[in-house]
Nanobody
Framework: QVQLVESGGGLVQAGGSLRLSCVAS????????MGWFRQTPGKEREFVAA????????YYADSVKGRFTISRDNAKNTVYLQMNSLKPEDTAVYHC???????????????WGQGTQVTVSS
């Protein structure tokens, strides 16, 4: 079992930046591939970014490529999402995710955090 707790959301103007953090706990938590999804009311959850267990591989949705950066610090059991050049359409609840499979992580991850709200004003 893996538990995930996000922080760092908030309100920011378009063009601004935010950094989200996700602390993982539980057996083998610091070796799991981890990532981020986001969700807005009335829409399906959308994959945002993923990082492999050791951090050597990353993967991004086209909508955030070049603006968002995912990273991890396994010594702290923490994954980060640095979000730059934010747009109003980035407004959503951002969920941290984890799965033993890097492939499943990008489609149907097994573990989810409660989420943190990001709001970008125009």
């Amino acid at each position: 079992q893996v538990q995930l707790v996000e922080s760092g959301g908030g309100l920011v103007q378009a063009g601004g930046s935010l950094r989200l953090s996700c602390v993982a706990s539980g057996r083998t938590a610091n070796s799991y591939p981890m990532g981020w999804f986001r969700q807005t009311p009335g829409k399906e959850r959308e994959f945002v970014a993923a990082i492999s267990g050791r951090g050597g591989s990353t993967y991004y949705a086209d909508s955030v490529k070049g603006r968002f950066t995912i990273s991890r610090d396994n010594a702290k059991n923490t994954v980060y999402l640095q979000m730059n050049s934010l747009k109003p359409e980035d407004t959503a609840v951002y969920h941290c995710t984890a799965d033993g499979s890097f492939i499943l992580l990008r489609s149907a991850p097994a573990y989810w955090g409660q989420g943190t709200q990001v709001t970008v004003s125009s």
